[in-house]
């Protein structure tokens, strides 16, 4: 198996013996990135300098002292949302396009702080606004199962790059879906957790009340490593939870005995693709096999959720968008010939079509008149959501259903139709209104060879059994392993 193969698991041991270096690791990553990058183009830009110097004190401190940090010389890609010190976020935006923060994100801290290697910034939909990726202001990412489809977005860098080993882990950003749909496109794992588990901190705001930071990974147990090092209260995030921090580790068993999982009625209707019905519906029967048990529930204001995301984060997006106006950082017009000038060129230029539609979609919903009959509505159809997952969860320990209704569709196929393209998110969004924990774990594949994910929903704040359920079905599958055959690339190597 080549070294970009592996696990963060698999290159810990490794590490550890002394059977590879981080510096040959990276080196083995990079090599495969400019093999194959100008085909998926999974990043805005690449740290090569600062990665190889984080690989060689990484080998030092293992070497010398025998540092056991969890993720000591470990390459990670991060999304371009998340400030990194000295790097340039770019938010996949034009108004953003020369900034370069002064300060680490807090979850930058606690992957600094454990020994992680950054590779580089991963390609997105523009603030984050999107679903497959081709919002970027920096161009398409192609899914690495078939070039000609999306990845999902908006992490379809961070998806992308996974798929094709052009890193080990990486970190994504998810406020209606956006870890889990790129995550299912791309046949990777990504999980999004409670909101306010993991500080937003560093986060590039897009919807305040439900962005939430989160791993994507090659394997479940990476994603239990990751949640173990990027978790926990931060004072530098009022939202962030002061709960007990569990070792997520203690939950990789293959173990569903008892579990109870509860079936949505609303997640299984028409306009869901068959194959991808057919792939989950064979992954819960699979789990039923394994000691589970499962019967049918209702989400009643399902229904509801795309209208009530799109008010209240187009709201929240105009609010936060404003600080783009051309005086304090990033993007300024150079026609500018009075200052109110300024900030409407500035904007104009600087954000793309579909920034500029929620905004202004936002900023009507907030105006007077307007605000009662729109926000204050969402608000409380948020409420009921919240609830609906209160009382099931009374009654079932997980939800399984679909990430997204279909496969992958082709690149452009939906990027001139808003509203089809918002209802890729249709089964992704209920989570983030509700603040609850869920995952997306590879589950199938469709006919024409593209995956399917298994999307598992759970308590607020548990965590542990959704990453139980998911490492027991990864357990007993191989989807997980698969590997896009498809990629113009030369082999790098055997280890």
Not at 340 to 360: D, L, N, S
Request: proline share 5%; hydrophobic share 35%.
């Amino acid at each position: 198996m080549n070294l970009y193969q592996l696990t963060i698991y698999q290159l810990q041991k490794m590490l550890r013996s002394g059977e590879v270096t981080s510096v040959e690791v990276t080196k083995a990553i990079y090599k495969r990135i400019n093999e194959i990058e100008k085909d998926i183009h999974a990043y805005i830009s690449l740290t090569n300098e600062m990665a190889l110097e984080q690989a060689e004190e990484a080998d030092k401190r293992i070497k010398k002292r025998g540092d056991t940090l969890p993720l000591l010389g470990i390459p990670l890609a991060i999304k371009d949302v998340i400030c990194i010190k000295g790097v340039k976020t770019t938010c996949g935006s034009k108004i953003l396009s020369n900034f370069i923060p002064p300060y680490d994100a807090t979850v930058i801290k606690r992957l600094r702080a454990n020994g992680a290697i950054f590779l580089g910034k991963t390609n997105m939909d523009e603030f984050a606004m999107g679903s497959s990726t081709e919002t970027s202001y920096f161009g398409i990412t192609q899914n690495p199962w078939g070039l000609e489809h999306v990845p999902g977005g908006s992490s379809g860098g961070s998806a992308a790059a996974l798929a094709a080993d052009e890193c080990i882990g990486a970190l994504g950003s998810d406020t209606g879906g956006s870890i889990r749909q790129p995550a299912s496109y791309c046949g990777v794992v990504g999980m999004k957790p409670t909101y306010g588990r993991v500080s937003r901190f560093g986060l590039v705001a897009f919807a305040s009340s439900l962005d939430q930071i989160g791993p994507m990974t090659k394997d479940v147990t990476d994603t239990a490593i990751l949640m173990n090092v990027i978790s926990g209260k931060d004072p530098l995030d009022s939202t962030s939870l002061d709960v007990n921090l569990p070792d997520f580790t203690t939950a990789l068993r293959n173990d569903v005995k008892g579990l109870r999982i509860g079936i949505p009625m609303e997640y299984f209707v028409e306009g869901v693709d068959h194959e991808v019905e057919c792939s989950v519906r064979e992954g819960i029967r699979l789990l039923e096999r394994l000691g589970a048990s499962s019967h049918e529930v209702s989400l009643p204001h399902t229904d509801y959720a795309i209208s009530t995301y799109y008010i209240l984060a187009s709201a929240e997006a105009s609010s936060n968008l404003a600080r783009y106006d051309g005086v304090k950082y990033g993007y300024r017009t150079d026609d500018s010939k009075d200052i109110m000038y300024m900030y409407k060129m500035t904007r104009e230029e600087g954000f793309g079509a579909e920034v500029k539609r929620r905004i202004m979609l936002g900023t009507y919903v907030l105006s007077s008149g307007y605000y009662d009959a729109y926000y204050l509505k969402a608000q409380k159809v948020r409420t009921l959501i919240k609830k609906d997952f209160d009382k099931v969860f009374k009654e079932c320990d997980v939800l399984i259903v679909p990430n997204a209704p279909t496969p992958p569709f082709k690149i452009g196929e939906k990027i001139d139709n808003p509203l089809q393209m918002y209802l890729s998110d249709i089964f992704t969004i209920p989570a983030n209104l509700g603040g609850i924990p869920a995952i997306s774990i590879p589950c199938g594949f469709s006919k024409d060879g593209l995956p399917v994910g298994m999307q598992i929903m759970g308590r607020h704040l548990d965590e542990e059994t959704i990453i139980r359920t998911a490492y027991t079905f990864e357990q007993n599958t191989d989807y997980h392993l698969q590997k896009p055959k498809n990629l113009s690339c030369k082999d790098l190597g055997e280890i």
